[in-house]
Each structure stands twice: as structure tokens, then as C-alpha cells.
């Protein structure tokens, strides 16, 4: 262990304000733990457009105290360099580990900065938080969360007084402001915040009942995990509100658990990841399942289909953003309807049926809840706006509702969400969806990997050629730059490659565009099914790792 490895430790225990923190860390260096050590300070934790997200430990590399205090100092001086200082920060917070001890620490260092704190009383899903910062007119919202990540994990995830996640340049300016924050002891705490609860919710929770016709069909059966998240509560208000039965529980994921006992992986989109949903689903007969992601930002949706394993499915990211954009424009007339590009072209093809604008944006809903007059945004992972004016996010626990409304209406004329795809796929031809991801633990591979798709451009995929390459790093007329390549193919297909943000992974979405003869789409479907494996397969061979 080098001198200066052990002094960068021993100068971290000494400001650390966390016994848990200060005692792991004293046990690593008595064990020269060097590797350890050396990977806990080889950097601090990047702020960025996602915030901070990490393992909770010990380090300037780690999610812990210091580091959630030093971020909280360096928004504050970012707000008020800003002149944001006239309405309040909005804190909330998951039921992670350390997660309602990084939101205290958050609202003490605001009170500290001399602005007004609100701290939420529970743990809460995301989306309450950026309702929160409109309805009680705040200049920004902090959610400590590490949403789907795994169970070692926290996040800090910070929005401005919009209501929207930050974007450049405010991520850099705030970086900026955390890298000049001095020794903790020079970071002012106060204790005299704010509590938000009951008023809160029930605004939220009233908002979404609303969205409801009084009239429209509300019978059905549903089965709802939270997947050891936050979501139940807030889920079974807003359903009762909204004038459906309260859907059945899975039991031994129904209260938040920061170990996730019973899921390897709390995102719904992972393998297995909802399977308890699906057996209860079954033995309750019901119509339709949903799921939350942990901070119940996210909603997933399976539904009954002979064919698949088990008598269920779950409906890809794409097909409920299909299902939902069709639902939601063919009654607005105005607005924009925006997707992230990695998402599927349907929806552009369902505006224009609509005569409703479209707009194609970067990852993420920090750029999806910004666009100016949106009615509706997905995101291809499970993520769905549905009620912009009020919620400029993904809102898994809105869109749950809305799904509900979409399923009941269609019971109610003797269909399913099935029989409603099967409508899309004639009507615009069938959109099939796919992605490849490559989870690494040494993040150099991505990057070689991309450079060596910079160098040397696949010219075909499966059965398509290359028609054109754009390197998403130079921009385009529409797009700043981010990382990632797209591939625009021969037959109206398309793949997208990009390093995850917020995961070790390499990601790649895949979509084939098949015509529907007739309505015979299951011919098509089939057809789509093979084309995405060809691609697939062409891909994982390219990537190389």
C-alpha cells in the first residue's frame, strides 16, 4: 500500500461523519485490502446527467455521507449563483440502504445554504417528487434513489425548478460547484426543514384520479408487484381513486426490502425479474399484470398469450409505448408526441396518422420531459409519460392507471391489449423490437468496442445492408452529441449502439419493419422474429466481447 493511499484514507475517516463508513474502511486498511483501497479512491464519483450513482461505501468513489453532502453544497451554490433561491428544494427518497440518511443530510446542508428544505416523510417513488417541485413551486428536487440498479447501489438524482432532470450545461456547472466545495467541516447544516407528506401524496394521488373519465369501463382483474419497492402504497390509492378494484398483491415482494430478497436483479425487464407477478396473476385468473420498478418511475405490463411459456408474456418496452401513443393522440390534436432513439419509429408513424408533431430526442427523460408541448413520451425501458402537464418524468404509477383504462376499455368490448397490437401492426405495419446487452466489469471493453465499430462500420446485419452510419458523437441536425452509433438498414430496419449511463453495459436496440398482408400478422410476426435473430447474431459477432 503506497503513502499516499493511506493518507487519502486516513484523511477520509477523519471528516467521515458515518460510523458505519469509518468502521469499514478502519477494517480495510488493517486488512490491506490495497486493490480495494486503490479502486475506492481512484476518482471521485462522477456527477453527471444522471446525478451520482454507486455502490454504498466508503471512498470518494462510493455513495456515502461526504460525498451526499459535498453534492448537496455544490447544488446549493449552484442555486444560488443562479439567483434560484425563491422557493424551496424538494427532497425525496427510496427505501435503499442509507437512503433517508442521504435525504436528511441533504435538507440540512440546504438549511445550512440559508434556502428552504422540504423533505419528504417516507419513502416515496420518484415521480412524486417531480410533481412536487411544480405543485409547491420549488427552484429544484433532489431524489436519493438508485432506481432499478442493484441492491448494493444508491443514486442522487437532482431536477431543477422545471420539474425536469438537469442536462448540459447545468450537470458540468454543478460538477463544477461539488469539486470546490472545501473540507466537510466548512459545509454549513441546519436542522429547521420542512416535512411533506399526506398533503403531497393526496395532491398527486388526486391528479391522477382525474385522469379517468367517469364514464369509461373499469372491470378488471389485476396483479401488481412492486418488486420490493415504494410503489404499493401510492399504486393502490391511485387505482382505488381512479375507480378500479384495488389489484392483488405479490405477497413477499409487496414491502420495500433494500436486499430485494426475492428478484437477482429489481429491474422488471430482467429475466425472472416478474415471475411471481405471473404466478399470481395466474392463480387469481386475472386480466392483465403490471409492475413497478423500485422507485416506481417505471411500469411494466404482462399479458395472457397461449403461445408464450407459462400462458404469459411481457409486453416489450416499444409495444406499450405503441399501445399507449395510439390511446392517448388519437384524442389530442395538438401537441408533441416524443420518443429517445434508441425507442421504436412507430410512434412517429402514429403521430403523423394523428396530425400530431413528433420529436425524436437522446436517451433519457431528462430529455424527453423538456420538449415544449409534449402530450406523451416513452422511453423504450419501461419508462412513460402520460400527464406532462403535471409530471414531466417517467411516472410509473400514472401510467399504470392509464394502462388499466386502456385494458378495461378494451375488456369491455370483448377485446384484449393483444387484439389492440394486432390493430397496429395492420394499420402500420408490425414494429418488432429487440436489444442486445453486454454487461462488462471492465468498462475499457466498451469503449474499445465502440472505436472498433467507429474504424471499421459493419456493411451488412443478418439480411440487411447498411444503407448509413451516423456517429451520434458529432451531433446531428437535431441531436447534440452523446455516445453511440446508429445503423439505418435496408428495409426500414435499425440498430442503435450505446454505452449504458447508468449501467456497466454495452446496449444495443434493434427494430425490423414488417408489412402486415391482410391480417395476417402472426405471419409477420414470425417473419420480424427471425429477422431480429439474423441481426442479433450479426451483431454479437461484430462487437467482439
Known amino acids: 500500500m503506497t503513502d499516499d493511499l493511506r493518507s487519502a484514507a486516513e ?8 460510523p458505519d463508513t469509518r468502521a469499514e474502511l478502519q477494517k480495510l486498511l488493517a486488512a490491506g485490502e490495497t486493490a480495494e483501497l486503490a479502486d475506492r479512491f481512484a476518482g471521485t464519483l462522477e456527477f453527471g446527467t444522471a446525478g451520482l450513482r454507486g455502490a454504498v461505501g466508503a471512498g470518494p468513489n462510493r455513495m456515502n455521507r461526504v460525498v451526499v453532502i459535498r453534492a448537496a453544497a455544490g447544488l446549493c451554490a449552484y442555486l444560488k449563483a443562479k439567483g434560484l433561491t425563491t422557493g424551496p428544494v424538494l427532497i425525496g427518497y ?12 441533504t435538507a440540512a446542508v ?28 420549488a427552484v429544484a428536487g433532489v431524489v436519493v434513489t438508485a432506481s432499478h440498479n442493484p441492491p448494493q447501489d444508491n443514486g442522487y438524482k437532482v431536477y431543477l425548478g422545471d420539474g425536469s432532470q438537469i442536462v448540459p450545461p447545468a450537470d458540468a456547472e454543478i460538477a463544477a460547484a461539488i469539486a470546490a466545495i472545501g473540507a466537510l467541516d466548512s459545509v454549513p447544516r441546519g436542522k429547521d426543514w420542512q416535512s411533506a407528506g399526506d398533503d403531497l401524496l393526496n395532491a398527486y394521488l ?60 429489481p429491474n422488471p425487464e430482467e429475466p425472472g425479474a416478474i ?8 392463480s387469481v385468473d386475472a386480466d392483465i399484470a403490471v409492475a413497478n420498478d423500485p422507485d416506481a418511475d417505471r411500469c411494466a405490463v404482462a399479458i395472457p398469450d397461449a403461445s408464450a411459456t407459462g400462458g404469459w408474456r411481457m409486453l416489450r418496452g416499444d409495444e406499450l409505448g405503441g399501445l399507449l401513443g395510439e390511446f392517448l393522440l388519437s384524442s389530442q390534436p395538438d401537441g408533441v408526441a416524443a420518443c429517445s432513439i434508441v425507442s421504436s419509429s412507430l410512434l412517429g408513424k402514429i403521430a403523423a396518422s394523428y396530425g400530431v408533431r413528433y420529436v425524436e430526442t437522446l436517451t433519457g427523460f431528462k430529455w424527453i420531459g423538456r420538449v415544449p408541448e409534449l402530450v406523451f413520451g416513452y422511453e423504450e425501458a419501461l419508462g412513460y409519460c402520460v400527464d406532462p402537464e403535471a409530471v414531466k418524468d417517467k411516472d410509473g404509477v400514472s401510467t399504470l392507471v392509464r394502462v388499466l383504462q386502456l385494458a378495461a376499455g ?14 397496429l401492426a395492420v394499420k402500420y405495419g408490425l414494429h418488432a423490437t429487440d436489444q442486445l446487452s453486454v454487461r ?3 468498462l475499457s471493453l466498451i469503449q474499445s468496442a465502440m472505436s472498433r465499430l467507429r474504424a471499421t462500420p459493419p456493411t451488412e446485419l443478418g439480411s440487411h445492408t447498411v444503407e448509413r452510419v451516423d456517429d451520434l458523437n458529432e451531433g446531428t441536425e437535431t441531436l447534440p452529441p452523446t455516445d453511440g452509433l446508429r445503423y ?19 446496449k444495443c436496440y434493434l427494430e425490423v419493419v414488417v408489412p402486415v398482408t391482410g391480417s395476417d400478422v402472426a405471419s409477420a410476426r414470425s417473419r420480424a422474429g427471425e429477422d431480429l435473430t439474423g441481426i442479433k447474431q450479426a451483431l454479437s459477432t461484430t462487437l467482439g466481447i
Open 440 to 442: 462488462v466489469d471492465d
Open 11 to 18: 484523511a477520509w475517516l477523519s471528516e467521515d461523519p458515518d
Open 488 to 506: 439505418t438498414l435496408s428495409d426500414g430496419a435499425r440498430v442503435v449502439v450505446r454505452p449504458s449511463g447508468t449501467e456497466p453495459k454495452l
Open 410 to 423: 378494451a375488456k369491455a368490448e370483448g377485446r384484449t391489449l393483444q387484439d389492440l397490437l394486432d390493430d
Open 110 to 137: 440546504v438549511r445550512g445554504a440559508g434556502l428552504d428544505a422540504v423533505l419528504l416523510d417516507r419513502p416515496t417513488p420518484t415521480p412524486v417528487v417531480a410533481f412536487g417541485i411544480k405543485h409547491l413551486k
Open 275 to 282: 415471475d411471481a407477478a405471473l404466478e399470481l396473476a395466474r
Open 94 to 105: 427510496d427505501a435503499r440502504h442509507k437512503s433517508d440518511v442521504f435525504a436528511q443530510d
Open 206 to 265: 388526486d391528479r391522477i384520479a382525474e385522469l379517468v373519465p367517469e364514464d369509461a369501463p373499469r372491470d378488471l382483474n389485476v396483479a401488481y408487484t412492486p418488486l420490493h419497492g415504494v410503489g404499493r402504497t401510492l399504486v393502490e390509492g391511485a387505482v382505488a381513486r381512479a375507480g378500479f378494484a384495488v389489484p392483488a398483491v405479490v405477497a413477499s415482494q409487496a414491502d420495500p426490502d433494500p436486499d430485494f430478497p426475492t428478484v437477482s436483479f
